[in-house]
């Protein structure tokens, strides 16, 4: 473990990241993909935790907007949806060799162990991977807000947040040519700039509790390790930055 910054991490992962190139559902290449990338991190040595999202499947905001669904049933659909990226998740790292749990905010004992802080941080200390699904449990509240929430509850040191650009912009990079790169950001600026990180609810939760974000994109060839290792790498979400930032 010599050489590694963070030794207890958790990695949040979009239901995008699972879709690959198509439009919908679960692409079960870039799940591999996803669980090799994941297995190297677990064989470093890391403690490593995971939330995943459900957009790929369903998303309740947007469903319960064009489709006159309840805003709370919508959302529960959406945290089933993630039980669903969940189980596919650990299906591929199980047969990619990672001991992994799956634990989830709604109790669907037959597929996975209902979340409890002492036995997720008890499998992370086993040497399993833990997969969080269901967000919180609660309608109106983001898969987003669920990373930040259980990474505070298992005393990671810091979120990983996966995506498909390399860092954070000040407009959308593929929309706007001058769109300009962060290296680091406060957390009163991605609040005061609307900036598209994680949702006001999860910045607001790191931001009471120290929490830094480092959001990158995983698909960059050896991405995570370097992330791991604490290297310049994307954009670095915290407390303060430098004046020269």
């Known amino acids: 473990m010599s050489g590694l910054k963070?030794?207890?991490?958790?990695?949040?992962?979009?239901?995008?990241?699972?879709?690959?190139?198509?439009?919908?559902?679960?692409?079960?290449?870039?799940?591999?993909?996803?669980?090799?990338?994941?297995?190297?991190?677990?064989?470093?040595?890391?403690?490593l935790s995971l939330v995943v999202g459900g957009g790929n499947i369903y998303r309740g905001l947007a469903h319960s907007q064009s489709e006159g669904i309840e805003r709370a049933t919508a959302d529960y659909m959406g945290m089933l949806a993630t039980v669903i990226n969940g189980?596919?998740?650990?299906?591929?790292?199980e047969l990619a060799g990672v001991k992994t749990r799956l634990l989830t905010a709604l109790e669907i004992q037959r597929v996975a162990e209902p979340y409890i802080r002492r036995r997720a941080v008890r499998h992370l200390e086993k040497g399993r991977v833990v997969i969080f699904a269901a967000g919180t449990g609660n309608?109106?509240?983001?898969?987003?807000?669920?990373?930040?929430?259980?990474?505070?509850?298992?005393?990671?040191?810091v979120i990983f947040k996966a995506t498909k650009v390399d860092g954070v912009y000040s407009a959308d990079p593929k929309k706007d040519l001058n769109a300009v790169?962060?290296?680091?950001?406060?957390y009163i600026d991605v609040l005061n700039q609307r900036l598209k990180v994680m949702d006001a609810t999860a910045i607001s939760l790191c931001m009471e509790n120290n929490l830094p974000i480092v959001v990158f994109n995983m698909w960059d060839e050896g991405s995570i390790m370097r992330a791991i290792k604490g290297e310049k790498?994307?954009?670095?979400?915290?407390?303060?930055i430098d004046a020269d930032k």
């Open 6 to 47: 963070y030794r207890r991490v958790l990695l949040k992962l979009s239901g995008e990241a699972f879709q690959g190139k198509s439009s919908y559902g679960i692409d079960p290449e870039e799940v591999k993909n996803i669980a090799y990338k994941i297995k190297e991190v677990h064989e470093a040595g890391v403690e």
């Open 87 to 93: 189980m596919a998740l650990q299906n591929a790292m």
């Open 139 to 157: 309608p109106y509240f983001s898969t987003d807000t669920a990373a930040a929430l259980r990474a505070k509850e298992i005393n990671a040191e």
């Open 181 to 186: 790169k962060y290296d680091e950001l406060a």
């Open 233 to 240: 790498i994307g954009t670095l979400v915290k407390e303060k």
